[in-house]
């Protein structure tokens, strides 16, 4: 393994530190929290799609677990918001657990339905469970305090999630080129080969399940914080549509591809706003010919054009 | 007692119809390409709203039918020709976004073409309803289940007693060797997403009198004809058939007796009961893998 993969995250930190100071104003800041609050959702679940060739189509359910754990334990029931937080997290991954553990052992589409399934399950019960999550309308968030301090200005949630991006992308680097990650990108290139050399396939693909709700499921709960107020629609499956298309389009398996991937698309509805109704059409296309004509997605194809018989 | 027993029947029965039109689709589809097609539910949602469209035209209910099947099966054709066939044997997860994105394509357009609100088309025969025990039926139910009984028995003369037929269930078990004997497949895999998005949209004029339509049904509708697919075991004509007169009859039942609120939260929660202690669907074989 070589040291330039590692490059990108230098070049991430420098970016992250100049960004606040060259900003025109808080549209601006606000629109890159939601990117990096975006991309590191996006990076955990492009470990399960890109690296273990599995794709979760509920994701956002599981944010919605995350976002409504810190809505109504400390609104209703008077907890911390980081012991809430962490309930949520838990919850997630033990119901990931819980769904993969018998899917894994199936193959092909079994865990795209199980998971649909799940995230349909889990927003219809926040629609209907009005007295503790406000039905439709959604409820408000109170604020995170950390040790008596208040995260309340735009430029402090920057600095929050800008460091949590930067430990998320070191982490998932390392982890990729741990043993665990060679596993993963072996039983994505052949399950049955990766099996015969003594890897347990199904324990791989539940590790990564449940650390991708996991993550999901904290950035949900710091969404919720941030923005203050959620509603059921932050848990629906054209959410969850719209993490795997960051996914793809930046590029499966790449790191650096999945925060490419969630700039562009958070990036995409300021720019389809002027266009009325058209984003859902925008949206499909975009998928489609991404899919047809970079099936790679931008990033690793990209990468590949500039860097010939230049393998990373 | 019976009554309402009887009641819930008949309306799970008759949105049972609708979603096993719509399994029968997906059925048709996995078994020539393997491909899950995620724009299924878009068909459904064509067929209703095009109707609505047609008949506010003034056209006769015939060519109503004719035209609202007609146009999806075009676009069903469309999506195989421009979407899936330039990615002949790429990766299930490509697959399945491709076919994602062309759902979200269609929805769009129809969304910004017919805009959101809800339509209702006409019953075929009337509102008269029937009475049967206590019960009431609806004419336009009555029609829902014949056309889908004929559309049952059609498809089995096809698929045992002509020769296309027999073709595609050829493709099916075997690409390669269809193709050695002289079958053209990509004619296969275009008869099958015509026909796939002919008979949801076909489902979804049927039902439309009923449960009215917009340009967002097609996601629910779609998503449950697939779990009634799966519940029949993938691939499996009977099965698709049959699970969606199960998903209906369940989802009816369970909005009747345990709570409405959790309607359409029934058909998923089968599902993963299903494929933690069957995953082999109801009536999937076993199957092995070739390595």
């Not at chain 2, 195989?80 to 394509?105: C, D, F, N, Q």
């Not at chain 2, 917009?214 to 998503?223: A, E, F, N, Q, R």
């Amino acid at each position: 393994m070589n040291k330039r993969i590692y490059y990108g995250l230098y070049g991430l930190i420098v970016i992250l530190l100049v960004l606040p100071f060259v900003v025109p104003n808080n549209f601006y800041l606000d629109l890159a929290v939601r990117m990096a609050i975006n991309a590191i959702i996006v990076i955990g679940l492009n470990l399960l799609i890109g690296f273990a060739g599995q794709i979760s189509l509920g994701h956002a359910g599981f944010l919605g677990i995350g976002a409504y754990a810190s809505a109504v334990l400390p609104m209703h029931f008077g907890w911390h918001p980081v012991t809430a937080m962490l309930t949520g997290a838990l919850a997630s991954a033990l119901l990931a657990a819980l769904v993969a553990k018998p899917i894994f052992k199936l193959k092909g589409h079994y865990l795209a339905m199980a998971t649909l399934g799940l995230g349909i399950i889990i927003n219809i019960a926040l629609r209907n469970e009005a007295q503790w999550t406000g039905g439709p309308d959604g409820m408000p968030v109170m604020p995170m305090a950390l040790f008596g301090f208040e995260i309340g200005s735009d430029r402090q949630w920057y600095w929050v999630v800008a460091a949590l991006l930067v430990l998320t992308v070191w982490g998932s680097l390392n982890l990729i080129d741990s043993p665990f990650g060679r596993a993963l990108r072996a039983l994505h290139g052949s399950e049955v080969a990766s099996q015969v050399v003594g890897v347990n396939v199904a324990r791989y693909k539940v590790s990564i399940f449940v650390l991708s709700a996991f993550s999901a499921s904290i950035m949900g709960s710091i969404s919720a914080h941030y923005i203050g107020f959620i509603s059921p629609n932050f848990a629906d499956f054209f959410h969850s549509i719209e993490l795997v298309t960051m996914v793809v389009i930046g590029g499966m398996a790449s790191v650096y591809g999945s925060i490419v991937g969630a700039v562009l698309l958070t990036a995409l509805p300021q720019a389809l706003a002027t266009f009325e109704g058209w984003e859902t059409v925008a949206f499909g296309a975009i998928l489609m010919l991404c899919m047809i004509f970079m099936p790679r997605g931008l990033v690793p194809t990209l990468a590949a054009r500039f860097s010939k018989g230049d393998d990373k | 007692m019976l009554a309402e027993f009887l009641q819930f029947l008949f309306s799970g029965i008759t949105v049972g119809a609708t979603y096993a039109l719509a399994a029968l689709g997906f059925t048709l589809i996995y078994n020539a390409s393997h491909v899950i097609n995620f724009a299924q539910g878009e068909f459904i949602m064509l067929g209703g709203m095009l109707a609505v469209l047609f008949a506010q035209m003034g056209l006769p209910l015939p060519a109503v039918l004719l035209l609202a099947i007609l146009v999806p099966a075009i676009v069903g054709v469309l999506v195989e020709k421009l979407a899936i066939e330039p990615v002949k044997g790429a990766e299930t997860v490509t697959l399945i976004i491709i076919t994602i994105g062309a759902s979200l394509v269609i929805r769009g357009l129809i969304q910004v073409w017919l805009g959101k609100n809800t339509f209702s088309l006409p019953a075929f025969s009337g509102d008269e309803p029937i009475h049967v025990l206590g019960a009431t039926l609806l004419p336009q139910s009555l029609w829902v289940l014949g056309i889908t009984a004929l559309v049952v028995v059609a498809l089995w003369y096809f698929f045992n007693r002509t020769l296309q037929g027999k073709a595609m269930l050829a493709t099916s078990v075997n690409r390669l060797a269809a193709e050695l004997v002289g079958i053209n497949t990509s004619w296969v895999l275009f008869m099958s997403f015509a026909m796939s998005a002919a008979l949801g949209a076909l489902g979804g004029i049927l039902i439309t009198p009923i449960t009215m339509t917009s340009y967002d049904v097609g996601i629910m509708l779609g998503l449950k004809g697939f779990v009634a697919a799966v519940v029949g075991g993938l691939g499996n004509g009977l099965g698709a058939v049959v699970g969606g007169l199960l998903v209906g009859i369940l989802e009816a039942m369970g909005a009747g007796y345990i709570s409405s609120a959790y309607k359409d939260a029934i058909p998923f929660v089968l599902i993963l009961l299903i494929l933690f202690f069957m995953p082999r669907g109801l009536f999937g074989g076993k199957s092995t893998d070739r390595v």
